[in-house]
C-alpha cells in the first residue's frame, strides 16, 4: 500500500513555473516508479513524465518535453515535477502514481497508487 499527495499546484500566468510535489510516507517508496499525469478539463487523462525507482531512467511525452523536469529525492520520499514555460493547454489537475513496474509507468498504463490530485491553472 502506498498513500501518494501531491502539491504544489495553483495559478500562474502564461510562460510562469510551478513545482509540484508527490510525497509517501511508507518506507517502500523507493522501490516504485512514479509517473505524472493530467486531466484537463473535458479531456482524457494525459501521461506526462516518469521516473524510475532509482531516478536513473526518465521518460517524457512530447507535449510537456523541455518545458518539465521531473525529479525525485527518495531520502524524502518525494518526486518533483519542475514545469517551466507554462501554457494556458498546461491547466489541468495533475495526479502522481506509483507502480512497481517501470514498464506501466513509462508506457502511462494502468498504475497500482493514485494520488488525488492538484489543480494547476495557467491563465492571465
Known amino acids: 500500500q502506498l498513500k501518494l499527495v501531491e502539491s504544489g499546484g495553483g495559478l500562474v500566468q502564461p510562460g510562469g513555473s510551478l513545482r509540484l510535489s508527490c510525497s509517501a510516507s511508507?518506507?517502500?517508496?523507493?522501490?516504485?516508479?512514479i509517473g505524472w499525469f493530467r486531466q484537463a478539463p473535458g479531456k482524457e487523462r494525459e501521461g506526462i513524465s516518469c521516473?524510475?525507482?532509482?531516478?536513473?531512467?526518465?521518460n517524457y511525452a512530447d507535449s510537456v518535453k523541455g518545458r518539465f523536469t521531473i525529479s525525485r529525492d527518495n531520502a524524502k520520499k518525494t518526486v518533483y515535477l519542475q514545469m517551466d514555460t507554462l501554457e494556458p493547454e498546461d491547466t489541468a489537475v495533475y495526479y502522481c502514481?506509483?507502480?512497481?513496474?517501470?514498464?506501466?509507468?513509462?508506457?502511462?498504463?494502468?498504475?497500482?497508487?493514485w494520488g488525488e490530485g492538484t489543480l494547476v491553472t495557467v491563465s492571465s
Open positions: 521516473i524510475s525507482s532509482g531516478g536513473y531512467t526518465i
Open positions: 511508507e518506507p517502500t517508496f523507493d522501490t516504485y516508479a
Open positions: 502514481a506509483a507502480d512497481l513496474h517501470w514498464h506501466l509507468c513509462s508506457g502511462f498504463g494502468r498504475m497500482d497508487y
